[in-house]
Every structure is written in structure tokens, then in C-alpha cells.
């Protein structure tokens, strides 16, 4: 992939699109729970939406993850398990719906202390017991 096509911005979705793929897949599944999709894609870039939705068309990718900041930031919900979301291409095309099937929201957490070099330690306990810091 070039690096225009890494930095080109992901076009507009079309949404009038979007809406039109979301109605023909409610249509040929009845019993859905009444829901509005999200309508969005991958990666930061057209060309990285266009390889990300490949792997996801005609590979691999079953997955993607993202900061729940990013949600807040931007005003969308957090996804739910069972939701729909469509997926975009880096033109802004609809080409897939996808479904939530497992979620997982963690954060990781650690908390740590400077324990070298000695002019920036904590004043904490070494991982070998030992305090830092000065011994006067």
C-alpha cells in the first residue's frame, strides 16, 4: 500500500447506503431487536480501511478494539453485545454488516515506582525487598 493511500482520509460513509443494506438484512432476518446501526470503518486512513475490511471480507480479522475514550470523545456508544455496526470501505461504501458476539472491557491498570537509577528512585521498596532512596 502506498503512503498516499495510507494517508488519504476516509471519505464521507454513505449513509442513504447504509441505511438501504441496514433495511435488506432486517428484511431477510424478522424477530431483530428494533436498533439503529452504527455506521463506520476501520483504521485512520482510506487505505487502511480498505485493508482492514479485506482481512475482514476475505481473511482472518474477526476482531478490532479500540479506547473507550475514543466513545466518549466522539459521542458514540459503546458497543453491546449482539449490536450491529455497518462497515465501511475507504470511500465511504457500505460493504458489510457486522454483529457484536463477544465483548470485553478491561483496563490495565499498574502502578509502579522508580526504582533505578538511584538519582530518580521513589524512595520505595526494590522489587528485591530492599528500600531506595536515601539511608540517613
Same mark, same amino acid.
Not at 474477526?62 to 466518549?72: H, K, M, S
Given at each position: 500500500? /502506498?503512503?498516499?493511500?495510507? +494517508?488519504?482520509?476516509? *471519505?464521507?460513509? =454513505?449513509?442513504?447506503? *447504509?441505511?438501504?443494506?441496514? =433495511? ?9 431487536? $428494533?436498533?439503529?446501526?452504527? &455506521?463506520?470503518?476501520? %483504521? =485512520? +486512513? *482510506?487505505? @487502511?480501511?480498505?485493508?482492514?475490511? =479485506? @482481512? ?8 478490532? $478494539? $479500540?479506547?473507550? &475514550?475514543?466513545? &466518549?470523545?466522539? %459521542?458514540?456508544?459503546?458497543?453491546? @453485545? ?18 457484536? /458476539?463477544?465483548?470485553?472491557?478491561? &483496563? ?12 530518580? $528512585?521513589?524512595? /520505595?521498596?526494590?522489587?528485591? %525487598?530492599? *528500600? +531506595? %532512596?536515601?539511608? +540517613?
Amino acid at each position: 500500500m /502506498t503512503s498516499d493511500a495510507r +494517508s488519504r482520509p476516509v *471519505a464521507p460513509h =454513505d449513509e442513504a447506503t *447504509a441505511r438501504r443494506m441496514w =433495511d435488506e438484512y432486517v428484511a431477510a432476518h424478522p424477530g431483530l431487536p $428494533a436498533e439503529e446501526p452504527v &455506521v463506520d470503518h476501520f %483504521g =485512520d +486512513s *482510506a487505505g @487502511l480501511a480498505d485493508e482492514l475490511l =479485506d @482481512l475482514v471480507l476475505h481473511g482472518p480479522k474477526r476482531a478490532t $478494539a $479500540a479506547l473507550v &475514550v475514543e466513545f &466518549v470523545e466522539s %459521542g458514540e456508544p459503546l458497543p453491546r @453485545l449482539g449490536s450491529h455496526w455497518v462497515a465501511c470501505d475507504g470511500d465511504g461504501g457500505p460493504r458489510a454488516i457486522l454483529r457484536s /458476539t463477544e465483548l470485553r472491557l478491561e &483496563v490495565v491498570f499498574e502502578r509502579f515506582a522508580v526504582v533505578w537509577p538511584p538519582e530518580h $528512585a521513589d524512595g /520505595t521498596e526494590h522489587a528485591d %525487598g530492599g *528500600a +531506595s %532512596g536515601s539511608t +540517613s
